[in-house]
Structure formats: structure tokens, C-alpha cells
């Protein structure tokens, strides 16, 4: 058994500790140390945002293709546009993939404030 068996307030893993003090009380830190853990948490969250597949879904959707066996292989604006042959599902693609920059962004300020 590891040293963290049971979840409860007084028994938790450090790291959720440091999470849960760095998303409600990032704004009142001025540790260099906070500053840190807040850039990693964002760029965490910007990852799990930005991980989402927009073209691969919308594409197998639209036209019941696997993107990433046609054309180029990348999961993207472009590639969409040609498997699909559609300007609509490229500039649907493009725009919630900006969306998606955004939103990250937005998350964090939000979050961590």
C-alpha cells in the first residue's frame, strides 16, 4: 500500500493539493513557485482543449472518412477541405479550431484569474 490510500481532506495527494490551491487561490500567491505551477496548469489545460479533433470528427460526420488515411494524413483545415472537396466543412474546421485557441485562453484567465 502507498503512502496515499485513502482520499479524504486530511489524506490527499500532494499534487491535488497544490492544484486545488493554485485554481482558487492562484490570484493571491506571489510565490515564484505558484507562478510556475499556475503555467503549467494552463498549458495543461490549452492541451486537453486543444486536443480535440475537430476536422476528424466533422469529416467522418459529414463524408464517413477517416482523415487521417486520406489525403495528406493530418487531421487539419486544409486536409478537410480536400477529402471532402467542401469549403464549407474547411472554414467550419478553421473556425472552431480558432475557437478552440480562444476558448484555452479564456478557461485560464477565468481559472486562474
Not at 492562484?26 to 492541451?47: D, E, M
Amino acid at each position: 500500500m502507498g503512502q496515499y490510500t485513502r482520499f479524504n481532506e486530511a489524506n490527499q495527494p500532494l499534487i491535488l493539493q497544490l492544484i486545488f490551491i493554485i485554481l482558487f487561490n492562484a490570484h493571491n500567491t506571489n510565490s515564484k513557485h505558484w507562478n510556475v505551477l499556475a503555467y503549467i496548469i494552463a498549458g495543461g489545460i490549452g492541451y486537453l482543449i486543444g486536443s480535440f479533433p475537430t476536422a476528424y470528427f466533422l469529416v467522418k460526420w459529414k463524408s464517413n472518412v477517416d482523415i487521417r488515411n486520406a489525403g495528406s494524413g493530418n487531421v487539419g483545415t486544409l486536409n478537410s477541405y480536400e477529402v471532402t472537396q467542401s469549403r464549407v466543412v474547411g472554414i467550419i474546421v478553421l473556425l472552431v479550431d480558432l475557437f478552440k485557441g480562444v476558448l484555452a485562453i479564456l478557461v485560464v484567465k477565468a481559472v486562474l484569474g
